[in-house]
């Protein structure tokens, strides 16, 4: 069980055997424009998604590959890191 920290032993998340986890960070959010902000979520969700079905050793390579190419186009060095853990 993924708990709600403020509900002690209160469900937050249910899960399954075999359920995906992915988190996404960003260095220094504030420095992104809202509309930045809002094509990074987007483009981040959509290749999470889009890989969803990939096994997790080759999701690397993907995931790698879609952050090359963001992080190409910021000017500030921000840096973006994908979290991936299957139950």
């Known amino acids: 069980m993924i708990s709600n920290l403020c509900e ?3 469900p937050w998340i249910g899960y399954e ?7 996404y960070t960003l260095d220094n959010i504030e420095a992104f424009n809202p509309k930045e902000k809002e094509i990074l979520e987007f483009t981040l969700n959509k290749t999470i998604a889009n890989t969803s079905d990939v096994p997790f050793n080759e999701q690397k390579e993907l995931f790698s ?7 190409a186009g910021n000017d500030n060095g921000k840096r973006i890191s994908i979290f991936s853990f299957s139950v």
């Open 8 to 10: 002690e032993n209160q």
């Open 65 to 71: 590959n879609s952050i090359e190419v963001i992080e």
């Open 17 to 23: 055997k075999g359920d995906c986890f992915y988190f």
